[in-house]
């Protein structure tokens, strides 16, 4: 018996060992590259700041992150820049770029921003990468927004005039933030694109009742506390 309790003893030493090992020494492996973890990016404060058009929040915020394997990393500076799919890490006078596989929830100190979750942990992400921000969530499921940058696209009989016929005419590519509102159910995940009869048929049999309570409580889709109203009325189906 002492034996048995000595060697249980041992383990779960070792298990809270290995993960507070992995919560001191994580900005370690936080590369901005998944093949080579030692080739870690840095760019400089003033350059991370510039970026806040295209980071979740705008400016450094801090907060607790969740790791992969469930440790806990406290009090970390950060932002997640959703242009280019990475984590802003603050380090005193200087910014780690990290890629954000390794972190399932970045929890915000400040509940105005909330948290983010990793696309993966909602299932099947559709080519989606990096994390969606949590509108809402309860035990039957989530409600998200994913932002990302989309390239404008031209039109096939647009045309542009210039004056120089000797030089191509060289454009810069157009970009704009899409934004997409997600919703799970029972594990099940749903792009909301509106309140429609035609967005609303994908719930399938649940569908008349929903469009019943969305014209009862007179919800607009832009209003994020609509949209709460409705993932928690669905949840409830």
Not at 154 to 171: G, Q, R
């Amino acid at each position: 018996m002492k034996t048995v309790c000595l060697l249980l003893f041992i383990c779960l030493g070792y298990t809270t060992f290995a993960q507070e090992d992995s919560s001191q020494d994580w900005i370690k492996v936080l590369s901005y590259g998944a093949s080579n973890q030692t080739d870690q990016k840095k760019i400089s404060l003033e350059e991370a700041i510039q970026r806040q058009e295209r980071c979740i929040p705008s400016s450094f915020s801090n907060a607790n992150l969740i790791l992969s394997n469930q440790a806990l990393v406290e009090n970390v500076i950060v932002k997640y820049d959703f242009k280019e799919q990475v984590l802003l890490v603050r380090q005193d006078d200087y910014v780690l770029v990290g890629a954000p596989n390794m972190v399932k929830r970045i929890q915000f100190e400040n509940p105005q921003f909330g948290e983010l979750i990793n696309v993966q942990e909602l299932g099947r992400s559709y080519g989606r990468r990096g994390f969606y921000s949590v509108l809402a969530n309860s035990n039957n499921g989530y409600l998200v927004k994913y932002h990302s940058f989309e390239q404008k696209k031209i039109m096939p009989n647009s045309s542009v005039t210039t004056t120089n016929v000797y030089e191509p005419l060289e454009e810069e590519p157009e970009f704009f933030i899409n934004e997409e509102t997600l919703i799970t159910k029972n594990e099940e995940l749903f792009v909301l694109e509106n309140f429609k009869p035609k967005t609303l048929s994908k719930f399938n049999t649940l569908s008349n009742s929903l469009k019943a309570y969305i014209k009862k409580e007179k919800l607009k889709f832009k209003n994020e506390d609509d949209l709460r109203k409705f993932a928690t009325y669905l949840w409830s189906l």
